[in-house]
């Protein structure tokens, strides 16, 4: 029987107006369910990996239909905490993505980010788990989730579950007095495996760029691999370290990745992404990827083209998570 992954992290809500303000007149706009932890369970479950999904959410009958619909979609739910008043929400205009400074999050007292130390029963939570996930936003909400974080790691640890972070960077959520390279080692020292890009390592993690540094392929891999030691040399439970890159480039992009192990620096084919249906979720896809490749024990290279393979699908796929099966992924890397 394969493994079970437990992701955890906020539940969202994502608005989506169009840019020119037609939606006011339309009375209408898209909603997709979102959070960059539930779009690694929503793409593992497509792929048929058994996973389940931990959040909080009070008890009312928004809840219970979002609920309904990640069960029908492969996702345990069982692991869900009633808790609070409130689902977190963000606002994105179309056509944008996270890093767009016209992001605006309404998330402030979710039920997630009012989550306390001591009120999670995490030996429970993690029973029947062999990986468990969770993303640096979760401890950018709040100082109280930043702790529970911790919790749920040191309860993670203690049962030898393997523990994966992804490293993202969200400037506008890190607003309680703390910066991320004075929080995230401390959690970061339970994981074993690191993703995320050389910039966020830089600005989470303290390990920061060559002075010479240019965005130039070359150099960004040898960043790549300089950053990757250091990770492990500092946190030495860490035995993968994965970097992506992504290069806009007026109307397309070019995307890449690393992965560094003890076997050295594994890099990938290298995707020229044009006519982008959507970007949020990229990054959520290639975690994903990895997660699928360590599971289904694949080659540290196929591991590493499969994940950047699902995360230049994603861009194609409109929504926040992927609809895409394994098959089509593939495709994509032969193409």
């Known amino acids: 029987m394969m493994k079970k992954v437990l992701s955890f992290g906020d539940i969202l809500l994502r608005l989506s107006p169009d840019a020119n303000g037609e939606w006011i007149d339309k009375n209408a706009m898209p909603v997709y369910l979102g959070g960059a932890e539930l779009n690694v369970a929503h793409a593992l479950a497509r792929w048929n990996i058994p996973v389940a999904y931990c959040s909080a959410a009070p008890s009312n009958y928004l809840s219970g239909a979002i609920l309904e619909k990640l069960q029908s979609h492969g996702i345990d739910t069982s692991r869900m905490i009633t808790s609070g008043d409130r689902i977190g929400i963000y606002y994105l205009a179309q056509g944008t993505d996270l890093k767009n400074a016209g992001v605006i999050y309404d998330r402030a007292n979710s039920s997630t980010a009012l989550l306390q130390?001591?009120?999670?029963?995490?030996?429970?939570?993690?029973?029947?788990?062999?990986?468990?996930?969770f993303s640096a936003i979760s401890p950018a909400i709040s100082e109280n989730l930043a702790a529970v974080c911790e919790e749920a790691l040191q309860a993670a640890r203690k049962k030898n579950i393997f523990i994966s972070v992804d490293l993202n960077y969200r400037a506008k959520l890190w607003k309680w007095n703390k910066e991320p390279h004075e929080v995230m080692p401390a959690l970061v020292k339970y994981c074993d495996l690191v993703?995320?890009?050389i910039w966020a390592i830089e600005k989470m993690l303290g390990i920061k760029l060559d002075s010479d540094f240019k965005a130039e392929k070359d150099i960004c891999i040898r960043q790549s691999q300089k950053s990757s030691e250091e990770v492990m040399?500092?946190?030495?439970?860490?035995?993968?370290?994965?970097?992506?890159f992504r290069f806009d480039e007026g109307s397309k992009l070019r995307y890449y990745s690393t992965l560094f192990t003890k076997n050295g620096l594994t890099v990938s084919g290298e995707h020229d992404v044009a006519d982008i249906v959507d970007k949020v979720g990229s990054g959520d896809c290639f975690m994903g990827g990895l997660i699928y490749g360590n599971l289904n024990s694949l080659s540290e290279k196929d591991m590493l083209e499969f994940a950047t393979a699902a995360a230049v699908d994603k861009m194609y796929v409109m929504g926040d998570a992927t609809t895409s099966t394994p098959k089509q992924i593939k495709a994509r890397i032969k193409n």
Request: charged share 30%; aromatic share 12%; net charge positive.
């Open 195 to 197: 993703m995320g890009n």
């Open 117 to 133: 130390r001591g009120q999670v029963d995490w030996d429970d939570i993690l029973k029947d788990i062999s990986w468990f996930h």
């Open 233 to 244: 040399k500092k946190f030495p439970q860490c035995k993968q370290v994965a970097n992506t």
